[in-house]
């Protein structure tokens, strides 16, 4: 017989929290940072019940840094943080792609640049999460709309980050993150999630940094027979020496790019409503989804035929499925709570079939319905 599912009124970060508990996080380092704290609070108090490990580390750089050796070790492990800690956290994200260690950094997104509006929301870090780092590598970046998401991604942000072996952003803002809603907990004993492969070959024959017919390379415990370096130096197959060499690092680095590009479609999802007749479409993330939404709502009672497109994963950008939706709608509009930077993207992938239009908002107020209502009415008068 089945377990039930526990139902219960949660804050966003708490539901991040109880997710990556139900997903196998044994491991948390953070520093505290508003809007995430709650996160690192709930899991100060939950890891050493379970046998778990949780470490407040001395700034925002070291605390990725310890995620990254506990992960070494085979635990999976976590991070969060905001706008000003993600940007101290960059050096350790290149150096997780480059070292292929999975882990999953949260970060709630507020006001910015830098210290800006600790407890207002933005969506000003979304360019970040994909380019922030130095160098070309792979990345996966997840975005939440509802407390039930903040739980369910979070459990799929550790899924992905050990089954490509990468690390993996979930980008909230802080709508979401401090909103209560009804959250359904399924048991932890019927939640399943990928681990990390382990070589199959002996000691002396692995090479740490081959990949597999995804890309994906087998990847040891540090502690067990297998001995490897986590180099993060343009370097071979075989880890321990770095090299100078162009063919071999341009060969590392197609791979730590293809891992992600070349499997988007097990990665890429996307939620999508009224979109059969759309003449006008959407395309929202984050909190602002849930403005937009009520907008194409209200919008369809005008008699509007407005459709409504939200990209959950954001990195890889879902393009096939944007260019389907600029093959049949007249206009794109993409509200964000920044200066527009998703936008880019979409236009890219829309390759000039519909018009795309920003809806831009900052300051950290969030965009409003009526706000895109409007921005719907003023396209659809202009077209």
Known sequence: MMSKARITLMKGNEACAE???????RFFAGYPITPSNEIATIMAQRLPQLGGKFIQMEDEIGSLGAAIGAALTGVKAMDATSGPGFSLKMENLGLAAMVEVPLVLINVQRVGPSIGMATSPAQGDVMQARYGSHGDYGIIVVSPSSVQEMFDLTIKAVDFSEKYRVPVILLADQVVGHMRERLVMPPHEEIETAYRTEPSVTPDAYL?????????SP?????S???WYANSSSHGEESFQATSDYAISEKLIQRLTNKIEKNKKEITEVREEFLDDAE?????YG???????GAVLKARE????AGFFRPIVLWPVPNEEIGQVADKAQAIIVPEMNMGQYVHPVREAACGKAEVVSLSKVGGLAISSNEILEKIREVVKSG
């Open 19 to 25: 997710g990556a508990i139900a997903a196998g996080v």
């Open 208 to 216: 740490p940094y081959r990949g597999d017919e995804r890309g994906v």
């Open 219 to 223: 990847m040891a415990k540090f502690g």
């Open 225 to 227: 027979p297998y001995r």
């Open 280 to 284: 006008i479409v959407i395309v929202a």
């Open 287 to 293: 909190c602002t989804a849930r403005s937009a939404r």
């Open 302 to 305: 005008e008699g509007i035929k």
